[in-house]
């Protein structure tokens, strides 16, 4: 197991996989490494759920904090191309935690539920000694539609075209930039501005509604670059396939600040989580409506290379395997640990 995030997919396949409970005739898809979301068959409907941590960070105001927790988790049930439809949840809250700030964390989660159509039908909530921010708990989401309509993450083909938003380290970008601006001296203002403004971009629920919407069956996976960045959603992607992804980084989006923030921090933004990213593998046929439908949306979009028979992922020539390990764990802990250094050196009484 790695020391920080998620397992890889050796300890994945020696420790989890192998011991799934009992074997149901139900599960259409059950779990794999990498993958978003499980799938069931019930009497013919199609049932997609996805169970994420809900982290919050008290440092965004728990209103935005709110909005960025539910949109993670909501993200890995909208790239199943079922519109996500009902959401679980369950909060273990550290003590300090107030009614007030509840009220303001719970009120934003509503708000954006209601405004995807999501019902909230079941959860827990209790404050409990031990726990701590970020990690407050965890949700499900479930998505209920027709299995023509579900796009698996298995589904890349030879021919299809490789589709990236947004780019690399958008959250990286964004989260380490806003929760620590006094880390980022070497920046100017403008820039660590700009950066920060990425935070805002961790949403990739709307657009992979948009993109099934848009491309409808001609859309024939989808993944939600998080942990270990645009690399270890394009290996996925393929490994989960059974594909080779030809890869042209020069066609990938890099949105503004990104490459600022992580040469600053010195951490490859490829290899770094990217939560509102999305890989996308499309017939040809829909690859221009999808665009045009992203486009039209505001969401920067490109045609990052092609899907042929073999394995794994080729960028610009080289095999690129899956990182494993995120970079932004690290540095996330170095800027914490910085931060928790000069509050408490400011805290002692001048000489």
Not at 188 to 200: H, K, M, S, V, Y
Not at 219 to 229: L, R
């Amino acid at each position: 197991m790695t020391d920080l995030g998620k397992v890889n997919r050796d300890f994945f396949d020696e420790y989890i996989y192998p011991r799934l409970g009992a074997a149901r005739d139900d599960v259409a898809l059950g779990p794999a490494h990498g993958v978003d979301f499980g799938l069931l068959d019930i009497d013919g409907t199609a049932v997609a759920l996805a169970t994420d941590p809900i982290s919050v960070l008290p440092a965004l105001g728990f209103e935005r904090a709110g909005r960025f927790a539910i949109d993670i988790v909501l993200s890995d049930i909208a790239v199943s191309g079922l519109d996500p439809s009902h959401l679980a949840v369950s909060f273990t809250l550290p003590p300090e935690m107030t009614d007030a700030e509840f009220a303001d964390l719970w009120g934003a989660m509503h708000d954006e539920a209601d405004d995807l159509g999501v019902s909230i039908v079941t959860g827990h909530t209790a404050r409990y000694s031990g726990c701590s921010y970020p990690w407050v708990g965890g949700a499900t989401a479930l998505a209920v539609g027709d299995h023509d309509d579900v796009i698996r993450p298995d589904g890349a083909r030879p021919g299809d075209d490789v589709l990236v938003t947004k780019g690399p380290a958008v959250e990286t970008t964004g989260l380490l930039t806003t929760l620590f601006p006094d880390g980022f001296d070497g920046l100017d203002a403008e820039t660590l501005a700009t950066a920060q403004e990425r935070l805002d971009e961790t949403d990739a629920v709307r657009d992979a509604m948009t993109t099934s919407a848009a491309g409808g069956s001609g859309v024939h996976a989808m993944h939600d670059a998080t942990e270990c960045g645009v690399y270890g959603a394009l290996n996925e992607i393929a490994g989960s396939a059974g594909v080779q992804l030809e890869i042209d980084e020069s066609s990938i989006p890099f949105c503004p600040g990104v490459r600022e923030v992580c040469e600053f921090l010195d951490i490859d933004p490829w290899r770094s989580t990217t939560a509102g990213s999305l890989v996308i593998a499309t017939d040809p046929a829909v690859t221009d409506d999808v665009i045009a439908a992203l486009n039209a949306r505001g969401t920067p979009v490109g045609v990052a290379g092609t899907v042929i028979s073999g394995e794994g992922v080729v960028i610009d020539g080289e095999r690129i395997d899956h990182p494993d390990v995120d970079p932004s764990w690290e540095a996330y802990d170095r800027l914490a640990t910085q931060s928790e250094t000069a509050t408490s050196d400011s805290d002692k009484p001048e000489p």
